[in-house]
Structures are given as C-alpha cells and as structure tokens.
C-alpha cells in the first residue's frame, strides 16, 4: 500500500512522466506498448471482430494486406498509428486509428470501414470495436462496477458492484439512441483478481453495446460496438465504429483505477483553453422573482429583466462567472401567444423581438459589464412543425410518423455546414460566450425510420459522425468556449462528447437534495468535471449541490429569508472548494444504501496528493437515526501528520495518515445535517 502510493504520488507530482504501477498481464505477459505490437501486425488477428459477406473476420483478416503508418504526434504523450487491412481483391478497407498513451497505461482506437470498389459492398454487421478476452495473473473473483444513466431520477448514476460469474454475461446499453439515457452509462471498471483491473469507455453517442462475460476463472472478455448495423456500403462510402478505450491498472482497490482515468480523463479528454483544463463557472440561469402565473423562466423573460438580473447581482456584490439564458428566448415563444410554449417553437432560431427588441446583445453586454460570460440555451437537433427551419429546409428534416417533432439530419453535410454557419453568425453577433446544447428526444426512432433493410444503422452512424463534425467546428471558430452538453439533463455523456463538451446540468431532477449527493458520488467515479442546480438556500442544501461548477437558480427577492452576507458566503465557499473537485476521489459510505431513502448518510473524500490537502463532505439525511459514523480515509501518508479543521465548528485536530486510514468518527446532529472537514499535511 505504501509503495503504491509513493508511486502514485511520485507519478504525479513529476508530471505524470512515471507511469503508475504495472500493467496488467496479458497472455502474454507483455506491456501496453508490446501488446499492441503482438495484436495489431501482419497475420495477427486484431482485437476487433466483424461478419463481411456472413463470414467472420476472425477467418480471413489475417491474409489481408496490411500496413502501418505512424502519424505526427499532436500531443508530447499520445503516439497515433494507423493500422489499415485491406481486402486482397481492392474491395474492403478498415482502418485502425489507435492512440497509445505514454503517460498513462491506456490505449483507445477507433475503426473507419471503406469500400474502395465501384459496387456496393458485401453486408457488413455484428461490428465489435473490441473483441478481446484479457487474461489476469492470478484465478478468482471478478467485479463488474458499473453505473446506471440518467433519467431525471434520485438514483441517476447509481454505481453497481456486481460480482461475475463463470459462463455468465452482463450486457449493458442505454434506452434508447443517447448513450447515457436511463439503462447504462458508457464508462465501467473491469476489477479483476490480483488487484488489477481495466476502465473502459465507450465514444459513441447514440445506442452502443458491451458484453462482458467471465470466460473462466482468470480470464474475461469484452465486446462492444454499436447496436444495431446491418449494412453495405456504397462505392467509395465510409463509416466509423464507436471508440474503445482502455486503461490498465493495478492497486489497492477498484479506485486506482478510478482516479487514474480522472486524470486521464483531464489530461487527455478535457478541452484545453489556453492551454490549461477549463474552471468551470458558477452560474446563473435567470429567474422571475414575483412573475404571476402563468409566467416562468421560458415565457416572461425580457431585456429589460434580464438586465436588471444582472445589476441586481452586482448590487449584492456576488455576481456569479456566467449568467445564462435558458429555452424560450426565440421567435413563438411567451405566456400571451397560444403555442408558445418553448417546446413547440425549436426551430425558430431567431430572437423574439417582441421581449427582446434590440437582440440579446444588450444582455450580453450587461454580462460583460459585470465581469462575467454569457451562455445561450439552444436545440438545434430538434425542429417543430411550423417553425422557421421546418417550412425554409424541410428536406434536411427526418420526420416519425404521427410526430410534430422533426430530427434536424446532422448526417448530411449541407444541413451541417450551414447551421454551423447560422449559429457562427448568431453567436458572435448576440456576444454569446459559452453554448449550451440541449435535445429532448429519441432519435433512435427516426433513425430507423430512414434505414433500409441493407442499411441498418447507416444513419445513426452518419449523424454521430456529424454531430462530432457540426461540434468541432464550432470549437474551432470560438477556441474560447464550452459547449454545456444538457441532452435532457445528463443523457449524453459519453468519451466523445466528455472529450467536447461538459454537462453543467447533469440530471433534470431538480430541487432534491438527496439526488444531488447521489449524483455526485455516482459520476465523480468516473468524471471530475460535471455540475447541477443550486436551488435551495441552507448550508445543506448548497453543500449538496456542490461540484466542479454549480447554476445557482436562487431567488434573490428576499423570500429566502437569507441575508446578504449568507449569499456572499454561500458563493465564496463553492469557490474555495471547487479545485479540489478535480482531484482525486473517495467514496467513504457504501452505494446501495444511499440510494433507497433518506434512511442514511452520505460522504465523500476529495484528495489532492500535489498539494498534500483534501477534504471530507458527509451528509446526515433526515430519516436516519444515528448521529455519528465511522469513516476512512484514502490516499493518505502513513507516517505523516495531517491537520484537520472543522469548519463548522472551528476545531482543529491532529491526526497521524494511519489512524485517518483506520478510520475516525464524524457526528452530525442535524436531520438533516452537513459536515465539511479539510485537512492538510503538516510538514516537516
């Protein structure tokens, strides 16, 4: 245990130029580097499988021509090759584009299919981007930790440690056609015997699939690809797999390998601005204080109140880093039209005059003026019978029978090119800072819809592979902003669009305390940057919501009955304690418990090992009877001294690593109740 974390610890105060622990044995026995020089050369059969013309690949692939071409590196520890088989006859090509990465045990490829002849292609199905049984060192129990997706639900994310056994598969897929909606989530963690194990994840926004099955006592494998393709190409026509990534670990426990694609994930995952991981901001989503029914948010909002908004925030001096405007700002909507609803009004893309007579750069400006950015909500993917984009463009429209809802085809390229080119347009004159993309439907529906009988997830492929595109594009005429990937409150996160976007809203379930510490213990294992509201007031209630950014949707008209100073110290805190949101994590009480009812508590550790600092968040939910519970703490140096505060109290104790890793009792006498606790190492 020592030595690990001294490893672990060396790792990553070096900048990750030392690699933590060792990789787990293949059949081999050989590194990530080795292994994929063994799996991925001539006569070999690669670690991906697929049925061509009703024969497996794993029967002709390795008398294909094959050829390998190492491409410029765009990143000091990511080397990229290009692995091609072709078809010996000139017809098929598929395409390997695997990235090794040199500072973390990881790898992750994606495969491009092309048909190079001038007829269409044999079928092409059952696609597994991966297809690889991995052998452990030693025989025993292997772990399946995985995570439901979200679905406006107190239990989104909840985290399973489902335990494997021999000859028995586990197959996980989302609902529908968004890749984190309700039924999985594309991120799990292989924990194998031997304290070693794999964290995979899946690139693919739409309806992917894993299988994964315990093959014997040492060994398990794993096959994943999208769902549902039965096709054949065209001449000249290409499509793309979901992507598989992999990282390898070794250590004490399942968290290992949790923190380490954390890291990973900011390292390699997260859009760089300027260079660095973005600060995700605290937010403001605009609100009505004292607005008569029927108003809300998305039917009253004006200029002239928005503006107000923000000067009421100067006032109080706690103006927030991002205000936004949420659905219902465009042309149909308001309270006194009779659709207008900001549901039926998606794809008029224009600003309601009416509220907004100038535009909304005079809000955009009043941000600016109070030193923060300004976001807008948009549904693009989404058009509604009637709207502007149904009645100029109705041929880039697929439609469902018996629907007034129309899915905006990303897939072809003209109707991508120029919403690109609108929405560049409209962002730079409206001085939009960050986008916030949202969509609240299935597209799985319409997918199919449009699909023959030999072209069974053409388009699903076609659309990811333009959303990607329509997303890329925007990022790289504005290198400055996020996009807030929303998807009906946290529906579409995957590695592809972890890699472009951030959910700052994660789950539409709103106003629920418990939820909100549910979700943040369920995607902090996988996932450092993510946020939610702040809707109520009461230091449980803020500390509940809390994470690597947050949307205050707080009332401000005093009906809180708040002063000004709690407001101020509310928003100083989550400041103070959002760093340590990208460091590394602890669950400190058992999953399935928390997610039944208020029967019990919550708490998490945050870990920063370069800063030799961290903290403990505990919550005492209203239902549970016990005032005090035990808890352990991680990642700790056993021999050192570490300073814990109190904070809600004031008291400061000095506990050595052992007897925090032994574990300490916390109370908390509240129902419901909160305990922050820092701690620090003290040097010598």
Known sequence: MKKNLLIYFLAITLGHQTVYGQIPDFPDGA??????????????????SFIYGGKSSVSFIKNWKFSKEKLSPVHPHADVTVFTYSEPSGGLSVKCTLTRFTDFPAVEWVLHFSNQSAKNSPVIEKTCAIDYSFAGREAGNFVLHHSKGSNAEVNDFQPFDEPMQVGKNRYLTPWGGRSSDDTAFPFFNIEMPGRQGIVVAVGWTGKWFADVVQKDEKSVSLKSGMENMHLSLYTKEEIRTPKICLLFWEGEDQMTGHNQFRRFILAHHTRKINGRNPELPLSVSFELDGAPF???VHTCLTEAAAVAHIKRYQQFKFTPELFWIDAGWYTGCGWDKANGEWPQNVGNWTVDKERFPNGLKPVSDAAHAAGAKFMLWFEPERVYKGTQIYNDHPKWLQSLPGSDSYLYDLGNPDARLWLTDYLTDFLRKEGVDYYRQDFNFDPMPYWKNQDTPDRVGMAE???????????DSLLVRFPDMIIDNCASGGRRIDLETTSRSTPLWRSDLEQNSTGNQNHTYGLNL???????????????????????????TWSVDGNNNETIQTYQQYIAEFKRLRPYFYGDYYPLTVAHKRYMNNNSWLAYQLNRPENKDGLVMAFRRDRFTDDSMIIKLNGLVSEAQYELFY?????????SGQELNDGIEIKILDKPGSLLISYRLIEK
């Open 526 to 552: 996988y996932l450092p940057l993510h946020g939610t509201a702040l809707n109520k007031t009461g230091q449980y209630y803020v500390r509940s919501s809390l994470g690597s950014n947050a949307v205050i």
């Open 31 to 48: 590194d990530v580097h080795h292994w994929i020089e063994k799996h991925f050369a001539q006569g070999k059969i690669p670690p991906f």
């Open 647 to 655: 904070e809600d109290s004031g008291v400061g104790v000095v506990k």
């Open 461 to 471: 492929a076609k659309y990811i592979e333009g959303l990607y595109a329509f997303w």
């Open 294 to 296: 029927p108003c809300t």
